[in-house]
């Protein structure tokens, strides 16, 4: 039986099973969602064809890529004119030390998530590069003691 987003309890399995592991072989998908493989595979293929599987990716330990430090922002424009927040959002999305960008609703405007390697690296990106963007008001920096819990 489908749900009103068109996915049933097989569908939720197969969901399920490949965000906990993304490079599960079809093979082993099937066993655990308790289909055949051929059937595991169309269903898997039409989640991908809908979009409800975006991608596929690696999960990489930051400090391996230099990047240990994470830094959570509060960002709030002075205003909130469409070239004002587009040309904040396609500055943002350029830098690769931004590995999250979130519009939100009220203030802040936005949530940024940061990874650089040291306290020397963010200052150096706050001050080179998000305060050179016009019209920001404000930027709240929140450095993470230890992460508890984080999604793949």
Do not use: W
């Not at 987003?5 to 093979?27: F, K, Q, T, W, Y």
């Amino acid at each position: 039986m489908r749900n009103n987003d068109g996915m049933d309890v097989i569908d939720r399995a197969i969901l399920a099973e490949l965000m906990a592991d993304g490079r599960i072989s079809n093979v082993e998908l099937a066993a655990r969602v308790n289909l055949t493989p051929a059937p595991c595979l169309r269903r898997v293929q039409r989640l991908e064809s809908e979009g409800v599987i975006r991608g596929y990716r690696a999960v990489v330990d930051p400090a391996a890529m230099g990047r240990s430090l994470e830094v959570l922002l509060e960002v709030t424009l002075e205003t909130n004119d469409a070239r004002s927040v587009e040309h904040f959002e396609e500055t943002m999305r350029d830098f690769e030390e931004v590995r999250e960008l979130r519009r939100l609703y009220g203030t802040p405007d936005y949530f940024v998530r940061v990874a650089v390697a040291d306290s020397e690296s963010y200052e150096a990106f706050l001050s080179r590069h998000v305060m050179t963007i016009p019209k920001i008001e404000r930027v709240t920096s929140h450095f993470i003691m230890k992460t508890l819990k984080e999604l793949a």
